[in-house]
């Protein structure tokens, strides 16, 4: 298998907000000690790229435990391969007026398609969103942080938990992947 096969660009919910402190050279520290190798962060806000060892999952739940130990609070991680990640820019639905307006909020499931059907047909205001697999797709109207389309009335929607990126810091995190 080719280094470009295992990396993944691996993503921890709300992280360096709300007193959830978990500095990147920690989390660096950590993913090497689980036996990951070209090990790298990208900016404050949970954003790891690495090759794990085995079964991405496994690396994803054992990181998730050691920040849960360590740290006293948990986060939800979620990866994906750079391929995944490139489909799921492509798959933007809506016209892309600012990158920083724009996001795709990476989902750990597929949501169940009932609750798909009831979140899209909410009112947020001006913001837009289209859920496609397990990726929630959206384009706030005023930025994220004017919006009621916030992360835990997604997960309250959807039912499952997840985490955003603009599209500025997503297509960064595939830049670093080819670097």
Same mark, same amino acid.
């Given at each position: 298998?080719?280094?470009?096969?295992?990396?993944?660009?691996?993503?921890?919910?709300?992280?360096?907000?709300?007193?959830?402190?978990?500095?990147?050279?920690?989390?660096?520290?950590?993913?090497?000690?689980?036996?990951?190798?070209?090990?790298?962060?990208?900016?404050?806000?949970?954003?790891?790229?690495?090759?794990?060892?085995?079964?991405?999952?496994?690396? =994803?739940?054992?990181?998730?435990?050691?920040?849960? %130990?360590?740290? $006293?609070?948990? /986060?939800? &991680? *979620?990866?994906?391969?750079?391929?995944?990640?490139?489909?799921?820019?492509?798959?933007?639905?809506?016209?892309?007026?600012?990158?920083?307006?724009?996001?795709?909020?990476?989902?750990?499931?597929?949501?169940?398609? =009932?609750?798909?059907?009831?979140?899209?047909?909410? %009112?947020?205001? $001006?913001?837009? /969103?289209? &859920? *496609?697999?397990?990726?929630?797709?959206?384009?706030?109207?005023?930025?994220?942080?004017?919006?009621?389309?916030?992360?835990?009335?997604?997960?309250?929607?959807?039912?499952?938990?997840?985490?955003?990126?603009?599209?500025?810091?997503?297509?960064?995190?595939?830049?670093?992947?080819?670097?």
């Amino acid at each position: 298998m080719s280094e470009s096969e295992t990396t993944r660009i691996v993503l921890i919910r709300a992280v360096n907000v709300g007193g959830a402190m978990l500095p990147m050279a920690e989390l660096r520290e950590i993913a090497t000690e689980l036996g990951a190798t070209d090990v790298s962060t990208y900016i404050a806000s949970g954003n790891l790229l690495c090759s794990p060892p085995g079964d991405p999952t496994e690396f =994803d739940r054992a990181l998730e435990a050691v920040i849960e %130990e360590r740290y $006293g609070f948990f /986060r939800e &991680v *979620i990866s994906r391969t750079p391929a995944e990640v490139s489909a799921a820019l492509d798959a933007h639905p809506f016209e892309i007026v600012d990158d920083k307006y724009s996001y795709i909020y990476f989902l750990v499931a597929r949501p169940d398609a =009932d609750k798909v059907a009831a979140f899209e047909e909410k %009112e947020f205001g $001006g913001d837009v /969103r289209q &859920v *496609i697999g397990s990726d929630l797709h959206i384009r706030y109207a005023e930025g994220a942080g004017r919006s009621k389309l916030t992360a835990p009335a997604i997960a309250r929607g959807l039912g499952v938990q997840g985490t955003g990126r603009n599209l500025r810091t997503v297509r960064k995190l595939l830049d670093l992947t080819e670097a």
